[in-house]
């Protein structure tokens, strides 16, 4: 261990041992709850700034920046200790293989990594659902309604009005309760002229 210990904190690796200490911390902080990767400000999705200029886009900025240190570091002890050539030529070495070795993995993970804001509720507004609950009171009911990604749904609904919505009418969503997670229903030819 007191090789490893030595290998660590000689140079080059010593320039990334810091970095690597912050990383693991902040990566547990992560893991307890105290912080949330997918808010990065910077995270380079928008496709602008020094991240997009060097082609780390698309995922957070801790993940990039976490890879970035992770292997430069790992390059820079492994360098130190396999190959005897100029130290300075092992730490550029290191940032170079860190630098190609996140930038592949970073477009692997951007093919994945969910874009976009999240869906909500509120994305059912003003979408037509058919009933399929015997009737749709202020208390109880409940509807297919279908996203424009052609994906459905069961959303509990309710409705004021007298009109009567029974099971296979079509009605129009509009309006969600977050509280009680329901929407507010209309019949569909009241609101949406023919």
């Given at each position: 261990?007191?090789?490893f210990?030595?290998?660590?904190?000689?140079?080059?690796?010593?320039?990334?041992?810091?970095?690597?200490?912050?990383?693991?911390?902040?990566?547990?902080?992560?893991i307890?709850?105290?912080?949330?990767?997918?808010t990065?400000?910077?995270?380079?999705?928008?496709?602008?700034?020094?991240?997009?200029?060097?082609?780390l886009?698309?995922?957070?900025?801790?993940?990039?920046?976490?890879?970035?240190?992770?292997f430069?570091?790992?390059?820079?002890l492994?360098?130190?200790?396999?190959?005897?050539?100029p130290?300075?030529?092992?730490?550029?070495?290191?940032?170079?293989a860190?630098?190609?070795?996140?930038?592949v993995?970073?477009?692997?993970?951007?093919?994945?990594?969910?874009h976009?804001?999240s869906?909500s509720?509120?994305?059912?507004?003003g979408?037509?659902?058919?009933?399929?609950?015997g009737?749709?009171?202020?208390?109880?009911?409940?509807?297919?309604?279908?996203?424009?990604?052609?994906?459905?749904?069961?959303v509990?609904?309710?409705?004021?009005?007298?009109d009567?919505?029974?099971?296979?009418?079509?009605?129009?969503?509009?309006?969600?309760?977050?509280?009680?997670?329901?929407?507010?229903?209309?019949?569909?030819d009241?609101?949406?002229p023919?």
């Amino acid at each position: 261990m007191g090789g490893f210990v030595e290998a660590a904190i000689s140079f080059p690796t010593v320039v990334f041992t810091p970095l690597l200490i912050v990383v693991i911390g902040y990566w547990i902080v992560v893991i307890v709850g105290g912080a949330d990767p997918d808010t990065d400000s910077g995270s380079g999705e928008a496709g602008d700034g020094p991240l997009a200029f060097v082609g780390l886009t698309g995922v957070p900025m801790s993940i990039v920046f976490s890879l970035l240190v992770l292997f430069a570091w790992f390059g820079s002890l492994a360098g130190a200790e396999l190959f005897a050539i100029p130290l300075w030529v092992i730490l550029i070495a290191a940032i170079v293989a860190a630098f190609i070795i996140t930038r592949v993995l970073v477009v692997l993970l951007a093919r994945v990594w969910p874009h976009g804001p999240s869906a909500s509720r509120a994305d059912f507004i003003g979408l037509t659902c058919i009933i399929r609950t015997g009737t749709v009171t202020r208390t109880f009911g409940q509807a297919e309604v279908h996203a424009p990604d052609g994906s459905s749904a069961i959303v509990q609904v309710r409705q004021t009005g007298a009109d009567k919505l029974t099971a296979g009418s079509r009605a129009l969503l509009y309006d969600v309760d977050t509280d009680g997670e329901f929407f507010w229903v209309v019949p569909a030819d009241i609101a949406l002229p023919e």
